[in-house]
């Protein structure tokens, strides 16, 4: 059972799901085993009459302050750096950013906001070209080494980054890099082509992600947007982007139906487990408690080693 290493992701809570949802949903994810829950300070920003984030944050706190005793069952997560350093009015001109006193400030507001005295995992969200990974290592290592943050991770960074703020981090005797949250699935588009809404650079996994992961066992890999905007359960509705169509998506879909029928699991729920079973811990964006039941069956499934080494088998 890998329920514990599911990641609920709370990007809308505070904004699109109301309070009172969002409430429950982490309550229900909890009382199933969960524990990671995971946020950043831009949540929502573009959602926000403000034009500013934290509430995501804020929805997570008060539900942490309404359930005394809870903080010590659940583990938090949340980032820096990818807010607009203006009210959002449609377009972004610049970010706030990884420089070091802003996220030595960035920090104990996301603190406040958690009601907490300390995050578990401290994120860089997105790479910022005006400060470099070297002073992003020292500041995130700092970060820990002062209580804020228990572990430090890099979202949507390249590895040649991460690998080097893993080094500058270990020579000064800090906390180094032991996470990477990035984007993939079990189809993947064609190399180079636009996927609408996913347009960082290094916001995927490639091969040399897998490769660095490898050679370091003890970095996690979390996995966001797992299940394409629920392409693989609504293709109808929902179709993957046309950047998905290709030979090797409809050669792996054969196969992911064909275990979803062995299974009596759904494709998307197959795509979960077949991620945890490698060691992946897919995140989670639910609004219902049906999307949340769905996925807390995928991480109580089994799949048969014959099966994985199906859904593994090249396309």
């Given at each position: 059972?890998s329920?514990?290493?599911?990641v609920?992701?709370t990007?809308?809570?505070g904004t699109r799901?109301?309070?009172?949802t969002?409430h429950?949903l982490?309550?229900?994810?909890?009382?199933?085993?969960?524990?990671?829950?995971?946020?950043?300070?831009?949540?929502?920003?573009w959602?926000s009459?403000?034009?500013?984030?934290?509430?995501s944050e804020?929805?997570?706190?008060?539900?942490l302050?309404?359930?005394p005793?809870?903080?010590?069952?659940?583990?938090?997560?949340?980032?820096?750096?990818a807010?607009?350093?203006?009210?959002f009015d449609?377009e972004?001109?610049r970010?706030?950013g990884?420089?070091?006193d802003?996220?030595?400030s960035?920090?104990e507001?996301?603190?406040?906001?958690?009601?907490?005295?300390v995050?578990?995992?401290?994120w860089?969200?997105?790479?910022?070209?005006?400060t470099?990974v070297e002073?992003v290592?020292?500041?995130?290592?700092?970060?820990?080494?002062e209580?804020?943050?228990?572990?430090v991770?890099?979202?949507?960074f390249p590895?040649?980054?991460?690998?080097?703020a893993?080094?500058?981090?270990?020579?000064?005797g800090?906390q180094?890099?032991?996470?990477l949250q990035?984007?993939?699935?079990?189809?993947?588009?064609?190399?180079?082509a636009?996927v609408?809404?996913?347009?960082?650079p290094y916001?995927?996994?490639g091969?040399?992600?897998l490769s660095y992961l490898?050679?370091?066992?003890?970095?996690?890999l979390w996995?966001y947007?797992?299940?394409?905007q629920?392409?693989?359960?609504?293709?109808?509705e929902?179709?993957?982007?046309?950047?998905y169509?290709h030979p090797?998506t409809t050669?792996?879909?054969?196969?992911?139906?064909?275990?979803?029928d062995?299974?009596?699991l759904?494709?998307?729920q197959?795509?979960?487990a077949?991620?945890?079973?490698?060691g992946?811990?897919?995140?989670?964006?639910?609004s219902t408690?049906?999307?949340?039941d769905?996925?807390?069956?995928?991480?109580?499934a089994?799949?048969?080693?014959?099966?994985?080494?199906?859904?593994d088998a090249?396309a």
């Open positions: 059972m329920i514990d290493q599911l609920l992701g990007m809308y809570f799901v109301e309070q009172g969002a429950d982490m309550d229900r994810f909890v009382d199933a085993g969960g524990r990671m829950i995971d946020t950043a300070d831009a949540y929502s920003f959602t009459e403000s034009g500013r984030g934290g509430q804020e929805c997570v706190g008060e539900w302050t309404s359930r005793g809870m903080r010590a069952r659940v583990e938090l997560a949340t980032k820096v750096g807010e607009p350093d203006h009210p449609g972004i001109r970010t706030v990884l420089g070091r802003h996220v030595r960035a920090v507001a996301s603190l406040r906001r958690l009601r907490t005295d995050v578990d995992v401290y860089a969200h997105v790479p910022d070209e005006r470099p002073e290592a020292r500041t995130f290592g700092e970060v820990v080494a209580g804020s943050a228990r572990r991770g890099m979202s949507n590895v040649w980054q991460v690998e080097r893993r080094a500058v981090a270990v020579a000064a800090l180094p890099v032991d996470a990035l984007h993939t699935s079990y189809v993947s588009p064609r190399p180079g636009a609408p809404g996913k347009d960082n916001g995927w996994v091969v040399d992600t490898d050679a370091h066992p003890g970095t996690e996995v947007s797992p299940l394409v629920a392409s693989y359960t609504r293709r109808a929902r179709p993957f982007p046309e950047a169509d090797g050669a792996r879909l054969a196969v992911l139906d064909a275990v979803a062995e299974s009596g759904d494709a998307g197959v795509v979960l077949w991620m945890l079973a490698r992946w811990r897919p995140i989670v964006g639910v408690a049906e999307q949340l769905s996925a807390l069956v995928a991480a109580r089994e799949l048969a080693p014959e099966q994985l080494e199906r859904l090249p």
